[in-house]
């Protein structure tokens, strides 16, 4: 087993593809279930004659001092072997493969994402690279950034050894994102997204000579030569979360990635504050989890919300929004047109039939524009939207309604006379019986 006080050592590549020892290093993987499964694949690697290496966003974390630990593998060897080694070893199972030498691999409800050890290129700028097999050092120079391109292999019959070849460990004392090579960004212009996702998450700046080579691939139009899909993907990404979303922004805007993917985004002190008030209020509203999945959906909206009329309906194609949410975003101002209109004192039932169709997030913009809106959106949450009459149509068809379009017309008068505080819930019967008579001797 691996020794708990193991010196680990760094390797780096000595120019002529063999591994020379550097620093020696100690680092210490937690005992825990990360530690478990990683010791069982590395020795389904031994049983198969393959190396398995940790690699990625998992052992950055690791050395961050992170619990909640990314299990991305490589392997270096018969791919086909290694996961024959594993399925037999752990009892776990292959549950898909790529054409790209991916696999991945459950067991005990871990999922676990295993790769060939690739090498790539890129057959033209923002395309997807081309893959072939490769060795280990091979897959982590192909990487986004240093603190994402080392590696951890725990074989437990060869002891532990820890790749660092790009001086990961250094950039992440130092705090910065650095790209391995000039072209990385041209080759794949997503990474400038992440990397602003990275500087915010975690607090780091771009390197310099990353930050250079960022402007110049914005400002020649990198981002707009990757498809929507990939283009909204990595916004999605860089966006996604509430805690993050508003300095990711903040960076973005600096760097001229907004304007790169849409000259008419808009980010300034009262969009910022805008974001702000409506992230709380979803949060607020709907919980952490649901202001989790919709905070993308939720800055494109307030982000899209500017004097260019065309904007929402552009962005909702060139980020290849999903259906729900490309129709909320390209049909903003229609959608909440009557909400806006709501006002101080109107009625309970009328704010009801504004708000009752629109989406969490477009209820948490609408919180953030105007406080009589906002105690609009709570009521609408608290007490509107969850109020059911305590009577249906059986109740008024057993006391000889019959039936036709003022039964319905019944029921909804009773709720509108429910949510505007005209009757309680004892008089709802008495009350649509009433409505029923009345409209059908109408009609
Ligand atoms: N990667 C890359 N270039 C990309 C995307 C990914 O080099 N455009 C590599 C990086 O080494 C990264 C790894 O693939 O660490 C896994 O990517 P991903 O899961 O997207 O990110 P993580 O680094 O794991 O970060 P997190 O999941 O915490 O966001």
């Given at each position: ?21 550097a ?10 279930r ?10 389904a ?14 052992v ?6 992170e619990?909640?630990?990314d ?7 018969d ?11 752990s ?24 790769a060939?050890a ?57 705090r ?16 400038i ?29 990198g ?22 979303a ?18 008419g985004?808009?980010?300034d ?8 008030r ?15 999945t919709?905070?993308?959906?939720l ?69 953030a524009?105007?406080?009589d ?56 019967l ?13 009609s």
């Amino acid at each position: 087993m691996l020794d708990r006080s193991c010196a680990w050592v760094s390797e780096r590549d000595d120019g002529r593809g063999a591994l020379r020892v550097a620093t020696p290093r100690s680092i210490r993987i937690p005992e825990g279930r990360a530690r478990s499964i990683l010791e069982l694949a590395c020795g389904a690697g031994v049983d198969a004659s393959c190396t398995v290496w940790w690699v990625g966003g998992g052992v950055r974390d690791l050395l961050r001092g992170e619990g909640n630990l990314d299990l991305d593998l490589v392997v270096e060897g018969d791919m086909d072997a290694f996961l024959d080694a594993f399925v037999a070893r752990s009892g776990g199972a292959v549950v898909s493969r790529s054409r790209f030498l991916t696999a991945r691999l459950r067991l005990a409800g871990e999922r676990l994402d295993v790769a060939r050890a690739r090498q790539e290129r890129y057959p033209a700028p923002g395309a997807l690279p081309v893959v072939a097999e490769g060795t280990v050092l091979d897959d982590l120079g192909r990487r986004d950034f240093s603190v994402n391109a080392m590696a951890i292999s725990v074989a437990p019959e060869l002891g532990a050894r820890f790749l660092d070849p790009h001086d990961g460990r250094r950039d992440l004392v130092a705090r910065q994102l650095r790209i391995l090579h000039p072209g990385s960004f041209e080759d794949d212009p997503t990474r400038i997204l992440r990397a602003i996702d990275f500087a915010a998450r975690f607090g780091f700046a771009l390197e310099p000579g990353t930050e250079a080579e960022a402007r110049s691939i914005l400002a020649a139009g990198g981002l707009l030569r990757l498809s929507p899909r990939r283009r909204g993907a990595a916004l999605e990404r860089m966006l996604g979360r509430p805690r993050t979303a508003v300095l990711a922004l903040d960076l973005a805007q600096e760097l001229g990635a907004l304007h790169a993917i849409d000259t008419g985004l808009r980010w300034d002190a009262e969009t910022r504050f805008r974001l702000i008030r409506s992230l709380s209020a979803l949060e607020r509203e709907s919980g952490a989890a649901a202001a989790a999945t919709n905070c993308f959906l939720l800055t494109v909206l307030i982000l899209a919300e500017n004097d260019d009329l065309k904007l929402p309906a552009r962005l909702a194609g060139s980020l290849s929004l999903h259906r729900g949410s490309a129709t909320i975003v390209a049909e903003l101002r229609e959608r909440s047109a009557e909400a806006m209109r709501l006002g101080p004192r109107s009625r309970a039932s009328h704010a009801h039939r504004c708000l009752r169709s629109l989406h969490e997030v477009e209820l948490a913009r609408l919180a953030a524009l105007r406080e009589d809106l906002e105690s609009w959106v709570r009521r609408e949450n608290e007490t509107m939207r969850p109020l059911r009459l305590t009577i249906s149509g059986d109740d008024l068809r057993r006391r000889g309604v019959v039936e036709g379009p003022h039964l319905g017309r019944a029921l909804l008068r009773t709720l509108d006379a429910r949510l505007d505080g005209e009757i309680a819930a004892t008089g709802e019967l008495a009350f649509a019986l009433a409505v029923a008579s009345e409209s059908r001797s109408e009609s």
